[in-house]
Structures are given as C-alpha cells and as structure tokens.
C-alpha cells in the first residue's frame, strides 16, 4: 500500500527564520514527488515536482529536495514570510495509479 | 487562481437533505478528480473521471454519493441524505491527462459543507 508521511505535524517560526519539513514516502513503482502549500479555506496549489532523477528543484525561496534511496523528501523554506503561513502537501504518485497519494501535511505558523 | 472553479464555496445544510456541487475544470484538461478533506488532513480521493467516463470510485464513496461529468466538461458531486460526518471540504481538481510530470493535478478553491 502507498503511503506518505509528514513531519513534523505543525510548526511555528519567527518571520525571517528559515525551516524545513519532511517527507517519507512509500509508493511503487515511484513515478515522481510533489509538495503542495494550502492556504487556509482555499484548494492545494503545486510548489514542486521531481523525479527519482532529481534530488533538488527550486521554487523562489522554496527547495525541495529528494533522496530516492531512503525514499524521504524535504522542502526547505529560506528567509519565511507571514504568507508563508499554511499547510504544506507532500504528494508521491506511482507509474501505476492516476490516484496520488498525499501526506496529512505540516501546518507552519510564521510569526511577525 | 487555478482556473479550476467550484460552486458554492459553501453550503450548509440540515441532516437528511440533498445537496450538489458543480466544478468547472480548466477547458483543456481531460482529467476530473474529487476529493474530501477534513480539518488536519490531506485530501482522500473519490473518484476520477477521464473526459465524461468515470473510471474509478474510492470505497469512501459510498451509495450516498454520485458524480458525474456529461459531455466531459464540468462535474457535479452530488450527496443524498447528508450525516453530519459529510461535513468537510470538498476539492475538485483537474489535469491535462498526459503521462507524467505533465499530469498535474490543479485544484480549485473547494467547497466547505456543513451539515446540521
């Protein structure tokens, strides 16, 4: 069964701080990995997508990273904004399935 | 904005009633999927359509729900008899139907349903 976990659950920082979440994911056969960032009351909109290829992609001031051997994903976010605020998806599809499976996310908090 | 759109952005109804939801995907995409998610969750598939054929069902879709896509443009989620555990938002998504990277799903802004 495919599975994606998060950590870590929620997470608070001052503005300007830099953090990073984490992924672990189970999914096969792996076909690529995305990170999503939810606003509150609005639907997921995509940040980043790599394949078992790629083990960095940039978006701005987010940087996702992949590690295809121990099957985890992080997505450091540098210099964080107020609107950094939300809830951040990691999502793996399979070359199997047009059904992806997602995290339950990481809620961030950035504090002014 | 996506260009996935919904409607109603929200509902609330009472216990027992009827309710229906529209999406309008991105014109060109021939993916349709729906989705629930509730408070502190990632969203948890339904189904999915590809043009007006639906061709998967989640088993949380249970006999209560019903989609479908006619003429494979817009979707309608449609929920008999409503429980209180119906309350969640409701995440429509479409994509291009490519192979792939390609294949990303954009959401709209969903629909917020509470049931009394």
């Known amino acids: 069964k495919n599975q994606v976990e998060q950590s870590p659950q929620s997470l608070i920082i001052l503005e300007g701080k830099n953090c990073t979440l984490q992924?672990?994911?189970?999914?096969?056969?792996?076909?690529?990995l995305r990170w999503y960032k939810q606003d509150t009351g609005r639907g997921p909109v995509s940040l980043t997508i790599m394949t078992f290829s790629e083990n960095t992609k940039s978006n701005g001031r987010y940087t996702a990273t992949l590690d295809a051997d121990t099957k985890q994903s992080s997505l450091h976010i540098t210099a964080s904004q107020l609107s950094d605020s939300a809830s951040y998806i990691c999502v793996g599809s399979s070359g199997g399935s047009y059904i992806p499976t997602f995290g339950r996310g990481t809620s961030l908090i950035v504090h002014p | 904005d996506t260009g996935v759109s919904q409607d109603p952005r929200h509902k609330i109804t009472k216990r027992g009633q009827n309710v229906t939801f529209r999406c309008d995907p991105i014109?060109?995409?021939?993916?349709l999927y729906w989705y629930r998610q509730t408070l502190g969750q990632g969203p948890e598939f339904l189904t999915y359509?590809?043009?007006?054929?639906?061709?998967?069902k989640s088993r949380l879709l249970s006999d209560r729900f019903s989609a479908e896509r006619p003429k494979g443009s817009f979707s309608t989620l449609e929920i008999q008899r409503t429980e209180q555990g119906d309350s969640a938002m409701y995440l429509c998504a479409s994509s291009t139907g490519l192979a792939g990277l390609a294949d990303t799903q954009y959401f709209g802004p969903g629909t917020r349903l509470t049931v009394l």
């Open positions: 992924c672990n994911y189970t999914v096969s056969p792996f076909s690529n």
């Open positions: 014109s060109e995409h021939n993916r």
């Open positions: 359509f590809q043009n007006e054929a639906q061709l998967e």
